[in-house]
Nanobody
Framework: QVHLVESGGGLVQPGGSLRLSCAAS????????MGWYRQAPGQQRELVAT??????TYADSVKGRFTISRDNAKNTVYLEMNALEPEDTAVYYC??????????WGQGTQVTVSS
């Protein structure tokens, strides 16, 4: 069984920065996909950033502002978020997917961008 715990969310002013962390426990494969989705009120969950086999993918809306990284020794994935905008307000979910048929999710962490 895999367990994911996110941390680092909070309230930040527009233009500010936050760093999210997601610590995974259980049987974690270093080449399996890990990353972040987010869900704003009344919206569908959307991909923010993902890493798999060393390659990264970002949503167009966060390119140049967000950076995903991973520490395989700690089974932890990070999301560095800069130049935050009110439109980035959402619950951010970490995920881990060892195959196309299996995905594990964290409980989510709230990010609110507001003055």
């Amino acid at each position: 069984q895999v367990h994911l715990v996110e941390s680092g969310g909070g309230l930040v002013q527009p233009g500010g920065s936050l760093r999210l962390s997601c610590a995974a426990s259980g049987r974690i494969l270093s080449l399996a996909a890990m990353g972040w989705y987010r869900q704003a009120p009344g919206q569908q969950r959307e991909l923010v950033a993902t890493m798999t086999s060393g390659s990264t993918t970002y949503a167009d809306s966060v390119k140049g502002r967000f950076t995903i990284s991973r520490d395989n020794a700690k089974n932890t994935v990070y999301l560095e978020m800069n130049a935050l905008e009110p439109e980035d307000t959402a619950v951010y979910y970490c995920y881990y997917s060892p195959s196309t048929l299996v995905a594990y999710w964290g409980q989510g962490t709230q990010v609110t961008v507001s003055s």
